[in-house]
């Protein structure tokens, strides 16, 4: 696949790894498009070679940047978190992905277990390394598609400001989904060969939990739960929802999790390895954890 992808970066306060993040994307084993600074909040006053910044003296929010993106026109887009880096291959990664398995892809993706609450989840990339291709729900950190699929993202649009900095990344993936079966995945980050990773451990777990993350805020979790029930209510689907698999990493039941024969013994009795797993999910639905 020989399409290039332009680059979205979204600065908030947090200009630190800037160099860093310009300088991998610099790097990558595969031709680069455009390279643009979303920045909201404090103004960058530097010039820097081939890249435009774009300065917006108000805080619009997370959504504004998939807004910004109309502006690319590369074959495709990767959206990157102020606080992401990519290793050297990481587009050739997505490429190479992409070129078997069309989708939306990202650096940590959620499987959620609960069509009404963002956690818990299950995580893989670059927090849990899988060394193969996983299918999930969302994908957060970076988002690489293509750039024909974006007017789908308004698709049901309806932000106010109670939500501005939550939900994109749940939506993206919900209307993709919808209007064009689009699924989401994390590619392979493979424990050996951090090149081919969407973010290096060494400056995510840095910058990744500063004051300024939106994660770290007291309701973020309460706006992230509304916006899961928001788009599964109006028919996302999750994965769970739509494999017949039964991970035992889910169940957590105590007496059946811990216990091996009690595993093998669901492993033998289809019938009980679905009737498990619908009892787990709706006691997650009801909040209740065992």
């Known amino acids: ?41 404090e103004k960058i006053d530097e010039k820097i070679q081939d890249v435009h910044i774009v300065n917006s003296p108000k805080n619009f929010g997370v959504w504004s940047r998939f807004f910004f993106a109309l502006n690319c026109t590369a074959e495709f887009i990767a959206i ?14 997505c490429f190479k992905c992409f070129s078997e ?45 293509k750039k024909e699929w974006l007017p789908h993202f308004f698709h049901e649009f309806d932000i106010d400001q109670s939500n501005r900095l939550a939900g994109e990344d749940i939506h993206l993936s919900y209307a993709l989904q919808c209007r064009l079966g689009v699924k989401t995945y994390v590619p392979p980050h493979p424990i050996s060969d951090q090149e081919l990773w969407g ?28 916006e899961v029930k928001k788009v599964c209510d109006k028919g996302f689907s999750l994965y769970y929802e739509r494999t017949s698999e039964l991970d035992m990493s889910h169940l957590q039941l105590a ?18 390895f679905k009737m498990a797993k619908r009892i787990y999910y709706w006691l997650l639905s009801k909040n209740i954890q065992l």
């Not at 990157?80 to 990664?93: A, L, Q, S, W």
């Open 101 to 145: 398995f069309p989708g939306i892809y990202g650096t940590r993706g959620l499987r959620f277990l609960s069509n009404n609450r963002y956690a818990p989840y299950h995580h893989y990339g670059w927090m849990e390394p899988n060394e193969n291709l996983i299918e999930v729900d969302i994908v957060g950190h970076n988002w690489f598609f």
């Open 255 to 272: 007496s059946i999790s811990r216990s091996e024969t009690a595993k093998e013994f669901l492993r033998r009795s289809p019938a009980l």
């Open 80 to 93: 990157f978190d102020d606080d992401t880096v990519p290793g050297r291959r990481y587009f050739e990664n």
């Open 1 to 41: 696949m020989n399409g290039k992808v332009d680059i979205i970066i979204n600065a908030y306060k947090r200009h630190d790894l800037l160099s860093e993040q310009l300088s991998a994307i610099r790097s990558q084993s595969v031709p680069i498009g455009e390279i643009y600074v979303w920045n909201n909040g």
């Open 199 to 226: 973010s290096l451990p060494q400056y995510a777990n840095e910058y990744g939990k500063s004051t300024d993350a939106i994660s770290s805020k007291v309701d973020a979790l309460s706006h992230f739960d509304a």
